[in-house]
């Protein structure tokens, strides 16, 4: 027979069952809060190696995300006008793409007279059929925003990242001008960006009918896999010139440290064992003469030993041969130092590119050192 529970027993279950629903309340409280001071993880990636960096902050992924997209997402807001970009251009750009965009002593021309009304009106640059022509980027390039994009990251050449943004829209909207896109005075900015889009010569020239558009379509390459008897080793046709190989420091030391491609060391001569001398070496012991009085602080940190040494040819002429060159001239620290800041071609059968990041005073030191 079944008895039922006296008053206490029932008053000593109820105390207990509540004491119990009471830790338990306070147990789930203690997790929530530990939960929320655990950081959270960022990547996927970053669980697994939880004393290996950290994450980005918001200012550290805006210097970044600079690339402007063709629908223009990422674009600044600022203006420029083609009067403006002409003078730019003269200073920062036209020892490289001549004074009107149609130098090829360096690079292709990007501007050469081969766009047309009727390329504008339909999109597409009918001089791109004709293997006779010289193919610019006017006429190439699809969108406005990669011209912008590309002139904002990477130019000038020998100083990225220095223009403001209403000089890219200056640079941008005379490049445009000299294709006859916009007008000699047009000013662009990001609000009518798109209205300019729409004149693009080759805006319709992109196509996806092509086998790297989808891994499955169909090849537009006719090669065939090695699987057996597979030439072991290739034999290398064409390598840097010796003058050159380490004009820009060693190329190995630029490249990822794991992956399929290494980097050549180009700190050592090919076919020996001798170093070649690398502009983030430290700079030698100056030798009498000349050098004795030389600047190699002032000339190792903007990178001129890259292209000249004191007493031999590099890729440009030894600092003797120019010294030579001016000795006795009584305007040869004037026309040095601006030499040095503006650059040019033409002297000694080279290219120099501008050195706009020296100031007069350091330029000048340079020009007196050279002309002493």
């Known amino acids: 027979m079944y008895n039922s529970p006296d008053a206490v027993t029932r008053s000593l279950c109820v105390l207990f069952l509540a004491a119990a629903l009471s830790a338990c309340g306070q147990a789930r409280d203690e997790k929530a809060e530990v939960a929320t001071v ?8 970053q669980s697994n190696y939880l004393d290996i960096g950290r994450t980005a902050s918001p200012a550290e992924i805006a210097a970044w995300d600079i690339d402007v997209r063709p629908d223009f997402v990422g674009l600044p807001p600022g203006s420029g006008n083609a009067v403006q970009g002409e003078e730019i251009w003269l200073a920062r750009c036209a020892a490289c793409h001549g004074d009107f965009g149609d130098s090829n002593q360096f ?51 020998n100083d990225p990242k220095s223009l403001s943004t ?19 005075d047009f000013e662009l900015s990001n609000e009518n960006i798109a209205d300019v889009q729409a004149r693009m010569p080759n805006r319709n020239g992109m196509t996806q009918e092509h086998g790297l558009w989808k891994v499955d379509d169909v090849p537009d390459v006719h090669n065939t896999a090695c699987m057996t008897n597979c030439e072991a080793s290739v034999e290398v046709a064409s390598s840097i010139p010796a003058f050159a190989r380490n004009a820009h420091g060693n190329l190995r030391d630029q490249m990822r440290i794991f992956g399929p491609f290494p980097g050549e060391d180009t700190g050592i ?3 020996a064992e001798t ?8 700079p030698l012991e100056p030798e009498a003469g000349l050098a004795s009085s030389a600047p190699m602080e002032l000339l190792a940190a903007n990178s001129c030993l890259g292209c000249h040494q004191i007493d031999s040819k590099l890729v440009g002429p030894a600092f003797t041969a120019v010294a030579e060159k001016y000795a006795g001239q009584d305007d ?41």
């Open 332 to 372: 040869a620290v004037v026309y040095l130092s601006r030499k040095i800041r503006l650059g040019g071609s033409g002297v000694w059968g080279g290219f120099m590119p501008p050195m706009a990041q020296l100031s007069e005073d350091k330029a000048e030191e340079i020009a007196r050192w050279l002309a002493q």
């Open 269 to 271: 001569e090919r076919g």
């Open 166 to 184: 209403d000089e890219v829209y200056s640079l941008v909207a005379y490049l445009l001008s000299l294709g006859y896109i916009v007008d000699g």
């Open 275 to 282: 170093a070649i001398v690398s502009v983030a070496e430290e």
């Open 107 to 157: 690079f292709s021309p990007l501007v050469l007279g081969n766009v047309t009304a009727g390329d504008i009106e339909s999109g597409h640059v009918a001089a791109l059929k004709d293997p006779t022509r010289v193919r610019t980027t006017l006429m190439k390039v699809a969108t406005v925003s990669t011209l912008w994009d590309y002139i904002n990251r990477a130019m000038p050449w």
């Open 38 to 45: 655990t950081p959270p993880v960022a990547s996927p990636w």
